[in-house]
């Protein structure tokens, strides 16, 4: 992980802060932004958003879904926790949380728009940081690409179904042509335009070709990352500001539900006899969202100045510390999962 993975946290903290001042210095400049729409979606942030997902795309190696038969096991528990637990167990504490214990302390106006936000958090699994993640507590590598390979092509299909669903569970008016929109946007077109810059320079230049491009197109990747940041707070300061407990209350159901479905992929992992090189990264693609794209969906459906919107952000904000620390919880484990089952 590069020095500027490492502390995404600090970064999106000063965007917070960057954001907020800028909205009340220059009002005008952020309602240009937000008023330059085309069917719901908005140009300037539909751009740093394909500058966010295209580079992660362009990793994914599509050929390495023939591999998910020799890991069939880690791939199935990792298959059911992000499709079968993941999103649902976000809406039921997204509700919890939210809709009923901090209720009180939040704007009533807002909360349903918050529990959207968490559950496309949680209806997307994670593509790119999920590399590092298993990089950092050893993974079987051809697992991890094979898991986020497949992870992909279903989230073409079932990203929009099941927010729906469970958007219509919590009450929440869904625009399909949006939502189905978003899914094309932020999913289909940035899948294929990758895939297709990926075989162009394999075939023309071959592997260090792909290296570079990916190695330029980084850097460029995050700072796009944190530009959108900054738009989403410099229109949420005024709602921040007057109660900054918000964003510690809208982590709390994140905070849980990521060691929750960590926990859940670990232990099934274990009981099934996954070898540990595999189940550490299941427990770890189990856990992690696709944040990005839950962004970029939140902002397309609900708008800039959301609660969505701020909801996904604050994903982002506890994104890496709380994965750093499910990497030292499942390699601190290692001994207890190699030990012979309960």
């Known amino acids: 992980m590069g020095t500027f993975e490492r502390y995404l946290s600090l970064w999106v903290a000063l965007c917070i802060i960057a954001g907020i001042a800028l909205g009340q210095a220059i009002p005008k400049v952020f309602a240009a932004i937000a008023a330059a729409e085309v069917a719901r979606v908005n ?11 295209i580079p992660m795309l362009l990793k994914i ?8 038969r020799q890991h ?17 167990s976000m809406a039921a504490l997204g509700t919890m949380f939210l809709g009923w214990l901090f209720a009180p302390l939040l ?23 999920v590399f590092v993640w298993s990089n950092l507590c050893d993974g079987e590598p051809s697992y991890t690409l094979s898991q986020v390979a497949l992870n992909d092509v279903l989230m073409v299909f079932l990203f929009a179904p099941l927010v729906a669903l469970l ?8 625009p399909w042509d949006t939502l189905l929109l978003s899914v094309a946007l932020y999913i289909v077109v940035p899948v294929i335009v990758a895939q297709g810059i990926r075989r162009a ?22 700072m796009a990352l944190l530009a ?9 300061g005024e709602q921040i500001v007057a109660q900054p407990l918000i964003i510690a209350l809208i982590a709390m159901p994140i905070l849980i539900q990521v060691y929750l479905n960590a926990g859940i992929a670990y232990w099934l992992s274990r009981r099934l006899g996954v070898a540990w090189c595999v189940a550490a990264p299941a427990a770890l693609i189990g856990a992690s969202n696709f944040f990005e794209l839950a962004v970029a969906a939140a902002i397309s459906l609900f708008g800039l100045k959301s609660g969505a919107a701020l909801a996904t952000v604050v994903g982002v904000l506890v994104e890496v510390p709380v994965m750093l620390s ?16 309960a």
């Open 43 to 53: 140009l300037v942030v539909a751009a740093l958003v394909w500058l966010m997902i």
């Open 326 to 341: 499910v990497v030292a919880i499942v390699k601190r484990t290692r001994f207890w999962y190699e030990g012979a089952p």
């Open 72 to 88: 069939w096991k880690g791939v199935g528990v990792t298959l059911f926790v992000n499709w079968a637990v993941k999103p649902f």
């Open 61 to 68: 190696d599509f050929a390495a879904l023939g591999s998910v």
């Open 107 to 129: 704007p009533a106006g807002e909360i349903q728009s918050y529990i959207a936000g968490l559950i496309l958090l949680a209806a997307a699994p994670c593509t790119a940081m």
């Open 201 to 222: 320079l394999l075939a023309g230049g071959g592997q260090p070709a792909l290296e570079r491009l990916l190695a330029a197109l980084g850097p460029a990747s995050l």
């Open 228 to 236: 959108t940041l900054v738009l989403l707070f410099g229109f949420q």
């Open 167 to 174: 958007l219509g569970v919590a009450s929440v008016t869904v």
